[in-house]
């Protein structure tokens, strides 16, 4: 079985053995990672042709999900609705649960509902099988994944499981994130995809009011692309310092950019709209939102203000002192890079100048004595 201490360096022999319910895009590509990592891993698919194309990888046919249970130690499954899951792991035929082992562990990769999760973690612990909900983040296209593999797999469980099966996380992402307790790393994914579906219905109200203007798609494109939208979209690299520190609440802290100068802006937009014909519901509503909070007196403040609306909403205060950049691991950006750089070179800068004054004193000393 899996330990806690276990290292992807491990010897064949130590290593669990794996099994892969559903061999699609995702669960196929792990399933050929792993196996690249010389585990042995079992799969099922009710596609043959699916696990046809990694059996000269080394995979291991199955015939159900049964026997993928029976066969392996740490047990994936990768489909594409709770349904899916439901029927592989408890309803169809030969399921998963008929097969599986006490002490076992099943992670659930796929973009899974609450529910389905708390109930196949019910199943679970009366089977004396450890589970995590652990949703992956793939690498959609322009987007870069550091390993070719995926962007992040977002973990919820106890932190002792977590912790048997990290290894085996680390090597499907470039990141691996503990959310909490079973059905967070379901939560923290679904909150994800929202956002980034929000984001994207913004983008294309901003590119469909930009082509009604009768400005060029590459003009509206690079505008977009190259200003600070896409170094820092919804300024969410800048939250911890205006708003989780609070001094969005502080009209001293003399923000750079206020609520009244950004409800400016957005009215100029929706003006642009309005000339045109064009409905941008979302950005009817950021509007509403600037609005509101200027009519509360928090038009000096800094634009983050906006957030405590949603605050009020939801009955909840974002407040914690997290710095800017939470991953000491993250890749430096070429600026960070180049600092470093800079930072090198000044030192070897001045070590060369050292060197070059020692050794001009010492040619004068050799020419006084010489002569």
């Known amino acids: 079985m899996l330990t806690s201490n276990s290292t992807t360096t491990e010897s ?17 590509r792990q399933a050929a990672n792993f196996l690249a990592h010389g585990y042995e891993v079992y799969v099922y698919d009710i596609n043959p042709d699916s696990m046809a194309e990694l059996q000269p990888l080394g995979a291991r046919i199955t015939d159900s999900c049964a026997e993928v249970a029976i066969s392996s130690q740490v047990i994936f499954t990768s489909l594409p609705t709770p349904a899916d899951v439901m029927s592989a792991v408890m309803e169809c035929e030969d399921n998963l649960c008929q097969g599986l082992q006490p002490g076992s562990v099943y992670v659930d990769i796929t973009t899974n509902s609450v529910e389905t999760v708390l109930k196949l973690h019910q199943t679970m612990q009366k089977l004396g099988v450890e589970m995590l909900d652990a949703p992956f983040n793939d690498c959609p296209v322009g987007a870069q994944s550091q390993k070719d593999m995926g962007l992040a797999v977002l973990a919820g469980g106890s932190k002792e499981t977590f912790s048997k099966v990290q290894p085996l996380l680390q090597l499907m992402a470039d990141r691996v994130l503990y959310c909490g307790e079973i059905s967070s790393g379901t939560k923290c994914k679904l909150i994800h995809n929202a956002v980034n579906a929000i984001a994207v219905q913004a983008v294309s109200e901003g590119i469909t009011l930009g082509l009604a203007q009768g400005i060029e798609l590459q003009t509206i494109w690079d505008t977009l692309r190259l200003g600070s939208f896409a170094q820092n979209p919804g300024d969410i690299h800048g939250l911890p310092h205006y708003w989780f520190s609070r001094r969005c609440d502080d009209i001293s802290q003399h923000p750079a ?25 979302h950005l009817s509503l950021s509007a509403k939102d600037f609005e509101e ?21 939801a009955g909840v205060i974002a407040k914690a002192n997290l710095p800017l950049v939470s991953d000491s691991t993250e890749t430096p950006t ?38």
Not at 12 to 28: A, D, E, F, H, K
Not at 345 to 371: D, P, R
Request: charged share 20%; aromatic share 12%.
């Open 257 to 281: 950019f206020t609520v009244k100068l950004l409800h400016k802006d957005l009215r100029l937009a929706l003006n642009m709209a309005s000339d045109r014909n064009v409905k941008v519901p």
């Open 12 to 28: 064949s022999s130590n290593r669990p053995t794996l099994g892969i319910i559903g061999c699609g895009n995702i669960g196929g």
């Open 334 to 371: 070429p600026t960070e890079d180049w600092t470093n750089h800079k930072g090198r070179f000044s030192l070897y800068a001045v070590l060369i100048l050292v060197l070059a004054s020692n050794l001009f004193q010492f040619g004068l000393h050799w020419l006084f004595h010489f002569f």
């Open 293 to 313: 909070a200027e009519q509360r007196g928090w038009s000096q403040y800094s634009t983050t203000k906006v957030c405590c609306l949603q605050e009020e909403r």
